[in-house]
């Protein structure tokens, strides 16, 4: 079975930064997605990123465009989102997730795969 793992959460404070690491396993994919969501208290879960794994393609939301960037590592089948500038509204479980499909998309629905989530809380 595919599974996918999160870390890299913690306490920072506003201004600071933190790595977020998700390794997937159990599965071949030749043509994928990766993508980062996040919720936070109170409100839907919200798209942040994603990267395809095809053509290294990046995709990010309004909210953290100049702020968060998405790499990866094929080998390791791993993507990183590294936060910067980080603000208290970025507070939020984050969840990696596998898409089977080369185009990168925002549409949770095309996610089938999805990690425990991991907790990232910013403090003013």
């Known amino acids: 079975q595919v599974q996918l793992v999160e870390s890299g959460g913690g306490l920072v404070q506003a201004g600071g930064s933190l790595r977020l690491s998700c390794v997937v396993s159990g599965g071949t994919f030749s043509s994928y997605t990766m993508g980062w969501f996040r919720q936070a208290p109170g409100k839907e879960r919200e798209f942040v990123g994603c990267i395809t794994w095809r053509t290294d393609s990046r995709y990010y939301a309004d909210s953290v465009k100049g702020r968060f960037t998405i790499s990866r590592d094929n080998v390791k089948n791993t993507v990183y989102l590294q936060m910067n500038s980080l603000l208290p509204e970025d507070t939020a479980v984050y969840y990696c997730?596998?898409?089977?499909?080369?185009?990168?998309?925002?549409?949770?629905?095309?996610?089938?795969?999805w990690g425990q989530g991991t907790q990232v809380t910013v403090s003013s």
């Open positions: 997730a596998v898409a089977n499909r080369g185009s990168g998309t925002r549409r949770q629905d095309a996610y089938s795969y």
